[in-house]
């Protein structure tokens, strides 16, 4: 038998013997306990409105963790988990297309795609494109728009 450590889905510690799976102390728990009801309520509006939620705790802890749990445009503290192409766009809650923003930076990006964009500067985009490129390629093999239009 192959032992694997457990590492802690919020700050990637390793995980002791007698522990939960996921999380590696109270705190880290109760953001997963946050997250999950974030996911939740996604899972909800999505299945009210018809409409695709793939997204599962796991993987939404592992982009708030690249992300270092803070917003994928600014850097400021993340406050929501934004649809980089947005649902009234197509875009589906899926780990291919959710980064964590923060208000500001939601509202700039409001409903636009991300070739519309222009309240957030081009590489930013690009480099979240990349990204989410990279995580939606082992379940789709699609890319994401990232072109500005002329």
């Known amino acids: 038998m192959v032992y694997t450590e457990k590492r802690c889905w919020v700050c ?31 899972k909800e509006e999505s299945y009210r409105k018809n409409r695709p939620c793939r997204l599962q705790l796991g993987e939404w802890a592992e982009t708030l963790r690249h992300y270092k749990w803070r917003c994928a445009f600014c850097k400021g503290p993340f406050e929501s988990l934004d649809h980089f192409v947005p649902v009234s766009q197509g875009g589906a809650t899926r780990v291919g297309n959710v980064v964590p923003a923060c208000l500001q930076c939601q509202i700039a990006k409001g409903g636009l795609l991300p070739e519309e964009v222009e309240a957030i500067p081009r590489d930013v985009i690009e480099r979240i494109a990349r990204y989410l490129q990279r995580r939606a390629m082992p379940q789709t093999g699609k890319s994401l728009p990232v072109s500005r239009k002329s």
């Open 12 to 42: 990637n510690a390793v995980i002791t013997w007698g522990q939960s799976d996921t999380a590696c102390k109270v705190q880290c728990r109760s953001l997963l306990y946050a997250e999950s009801y974030r996911i939740e309520r996604h």
